[in-house]
């Protein structure tokens, strides 16, 4: 059976065999009592990894958002966001829900605010205005094509945070992806924020769970939060012995993905379709084939039909692509002979 290239997300991986060895072979315990050496492992071995004093096992990058969110601001206080922020649009709206905090939202340049519009997005005094506390920035920004903050842009990010007394929380699902692709440390991209989320189960290919990392204090407010959602654990070191396995031997292997993302963005472009290529940094490809005769969801269920599985598009016409460990370059040369095909019978 010819295989299905499924290029819907990061997300869709299967845990490696060496993976569910890993889980397979964990030690575990109550991670209620700090029993669980393997959630101790994981949280140690990531707070070492990003730079900052601890670290807090969660269920997922929403998780950690939300947790860090309430652990770092009071309700009613405003945090600025990018406007197609993950932690905006797509947490089922737990910034007003759960965390009761004031969403402002600053438009970037394929996802990436300027240090200036972000300053300028600040509240100033007065007592009919919600204070800004938090500036939450997203690197890799998913919905902007996965591109990516630089160590410079969050220095700048710092200096306004500084000067206005806020905090700063990077939504870094995919940091990993970032520091690969500006070919940085992951703690030199974590060093001007005071929290960061990081996922596992995203281009690191594990099946759950996400990690946030700060200041002791911080963090232990965390664990509280993250108990107050429901979102204790028990013998959790089975799913955190994936995280330690994937933060030693998934990282690097990243690059491949990025190869494979621009090989997949060049061709798409060369068959005529709408592709960002600058914005095309890591491990995502939006294209859009609003201009072609089948038009995007056309185009999207014309190539699903022989095998070739995307991000159904939005109303703004972009089909998204994500590469993964489970896409091989020869994939991405048949996923662009599917749309080819796709494209001429249409
Ligand atoms: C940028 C970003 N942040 C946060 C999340 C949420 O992660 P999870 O699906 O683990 O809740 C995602 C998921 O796609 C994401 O892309």
New binding site residues.
């Given amino acids: 059976m010819t295989k299905v290239i499924d290029l819907r ?1 990061d ?1 869709v991986t299967q845990p490696t065999e060496e993976m569910r060895d890993a889980m397979r072979n964990a030690v575990v315990g109550d991670d209620y009592f700090r029993d669980d050496p393997t959630v101790i492992e994981l949280e140690t071995m990531a707070a070492t990894i990003l730079g900052k004093e601890a670290a807090l096992f969660v ?7 939300l947790v860090s969110i309430m652990a770092g601001m009071q309700r009613g206080e405003s945090l600025i966001v990018e406007a197609d ?3 905006y649009r ?2 089922a709206g737990h910034l007003g829900s759960v965390c009761g905090v004031v969403p402002k939202r600053v438009k970037g340049a394929a996802g990436i605010m300027t240090a200036e519009d972000v300053e300028a997005a600040i509240y100033g005094e007065g007592v009919l205005l919600p204070t800004t506390s938090m500036i939450c920035i ?1 690197n ?3 919905a902007g094509g996965g591109t990516c903050y630089t160590v410079e842009d969050m220095a700048q990010m710092r200096a306004v945070a500084d000067r206005h007394g806020l905090r700063i929380h990077v ?1 870094g ?2 940091i990993f992806n970032a520091a690969i692709a500006l070919g940085v440390e992951a703690k030199a991209l974590a060093a001007d924020a005071d929290s960061l ?1 990081f ?1 596992l ?2 281009g690191l290919a594990c099946p759950f769970g ?1 990690v946030v990392v700060g200041e002791k204090a911080f963090i232990a407010k965390c664990r509280k939060m993250r108990q107050m959602v429901g979102g204790g654990m028990r013998q959790a070191g089975i799913m955190a012995a994936a995280g330690v396995y994937a933060l030693k031997n998934m990282v690097d292997r990243l690059v491949d993905d990025h190869k494979n993302a621009r090989l997949l963005a060049e061709g798409l472009h060369a068959l005529g379709l709408e592709v960002d290529l600058e914005a095309v940094q890591s491990n995502i490809v939006f294209a859009n084939a609003s201009r072609t005769r089948l038009g995007s969801s056309g185009l999207a269920e014309a190539i699903r039909a022989k095998g070739l599985l995307v991000n159904m598009p939005g109303a703004n016409g972009r089909i998204r692509f994500v590469t993964h460990w489970e896409i091989s370059t020869e994939d991405i040369k048949r996923a662009l002979a599917i749309v080819a095909d796709a494209l001429s019978a249409s």
């Avoid at 269920?59 to 958002?65: C, I, L, Q, R, V």
């Fill in positions: 997300s997300t269920a997922s990058g929403t998780m950690g958002n922020a993950h932690v797509s947490e997203e890799t920004h998913n939504d699902a995919r989320t996922c189960s995203k996400a």
